[in-house]
């Protein structure tokens, strides 16, 4: 029996939650600017792509064609919010969920599908559900087909609020009228060479001989066209806490200009060994290596390997400090912070003093509290007047997006 995939697309989604959490934004082109630096929309608004407006592009470009459009900064804590309550909304359709991106998420539900009546029903209760827990500006775009390739090029030629199978009957229907581009894993460099070879859609590089996409693209990408070709993807569904060959867990973070204010510096070092920190516990890891990289006037790096295993924020940071063992001398840009040496909490013995078991439960209720409420509702109080730390895509590197 085949499976039925689904990938699920928000449409226009940054532009979408802003039109949702503002009402003199809503049935306006909007353009979303990176948060610092505002010449480069990141994305636009279905009333704004309808004008001509693509993202990436210059704001100044996008004036000109629309001078009444609206620009507003990113927010990405709220993306991020917005994205996890749309994965916890599909946890509930399926158990097997793989995040794809922010905005898009493959589901398996082939087992799922019968208890909802067919894969339609399905589709129109988790539509609901959306358009109740998240408001009816923020829509989605499903594709449905028995491999992740074909379910993604479904979701992305109905667009938006649309819904799109492609079977194996009308897989050479579809590859007739989609662009090469349409398709995950042609992108334009790949779509330019093409072109050259004379190939301008699916069905012609289905005709394409393997020996001559291998002596073109190498052995590995013309293996994938081929396959491409022919609408073919062996890919299973992993849902997002599979992750049982993670050997590190880290975060990295850009500031977005120089800064020289130690305690500002330090309060981001503590805010991204709590990101580390979180991360660990929800793949029930613990370390027992630490390491810090500050990037800046004068770049340190250190890694220091201890006699226990940690989960704890504020044991990371405090092994970070260790690890340096220096003092920050000049402006600092950019931070990592990473762990490794990791083991399943599982194999490791509970604590056995009543702080250290006092202290546990703790993290445990604020890890439900800030699962619920977003990242950082409860933080240490040597953040309490610290801005939260944002991803920021650096102008035209949103595009991947």
Known sequence: MNKIILHIDFDSFFASVEQQDNLLFRNRPIGITATHGRNCIIAASREAKRLGIKSPSRTYDAQKICPSIIFAPANFVRYWEVSKKFVSICDEFSPTIEIFSIDEVFMDVTDTVPLFGGVQPLIDKLKLRLKQDLGEYITASVGISHNKLLAKLASGLKKPNGVMEITEDSLTDVYKAANLTDICGIGYRINKRLHQMGITNLLQLRTVPLTSLIAEFGEVQGNVLQDISFGRDDRPVLHYTDREDVKSVGRQYCLPHNEYDKRKVMQNIYELCEEVAIKLRRLDKKAKTVGIYLGGANPIHGRKTFGQYFDQGKDIFEGCLYALNSEVHGYVRQI??????????????????????????????????????????????????????TTVPNGYAASMR
């Open 336 to 389: 990592s912070i990473w762990t490794s040496n990791l083991e399943d909490t599982k194999n490791i013995p509970d604590p056995l003093l009543p702080y250290d078991q006092k202290q546990q439960r703790i993290t445990q209720i604020i890890d439900k509290i800030n699962a619920r409420f977003g990242d950082h509702t409860i933080r240490n109080g040597f953040l309490l007047y610290a801005d939260k730390l």
